[in-house]
């Protein structure tokens, strides 16, 4: 069973924006934390945001002042909108969630270590 389904990714040039998606279901909508890693081919996994369903957000330093991440308690909904997108944003965007404590998940480094993923979804920038 697919329990986190994304969508939203596509190809944009520099500058423009794109709005991801994830739904959840089943197990993963018990999640109280939620958010978004990235990977590169040939480099590590980078936590891009997340969010702490009773209150709090997480930006890595990349992507602070251009993303914005909430989420929607009644459709189990998390969204990131990517604005003022750069070449370095190209990469496949996982959606992550799990149930873990707020230090954790609003800490920074590999905080999605261990949780639940979905397929990924492209993001392609072009300059």
């Known amino acids: 069973q697919v329990e986190l389904m994304e969508s939203g990714g596509g190809s944009v040039q520099a500058g423009g924006s794109l709005t991801l998606s994830c739904v959840a279901s089943g197990h993963a909508r018990s999640s109280n934390c939620m958010g978004w890693f990235r990977q590169v081919p040939g480099k590590e996994r980078e936590g891009v945001s997340a969010?702490?369903?009773?209150?709090?957000?997480y930006y890595g330093d990349s992507v602070k002042g251009r993303f914005t991440i909430s989420y929607d308690n009644a459709k189990h909904t998390v969204r990131l909108q990517m604005n003022a997108l750069k070449p370095e944003d190209t990469a496949v965007y996982y959606c992550?969630?799990?149930?873990?404590?707020?230090?954790?998940?609003?800490?920074?480094?590999?905080?999605?270590?261990?949780?639940?993923w979905g397929q990924g979804t492209q993001v392609s920038v072009s300059s």
């Open positions: 969010i702490w369903t009773a209150g709090g957000t």
């Open positions: 992550v969630a799990d149930r873990t404590s707020a230090s954790t998940c609003l800490g920074g480094g590999y905080w999605f270590t261990g949780f639940r």
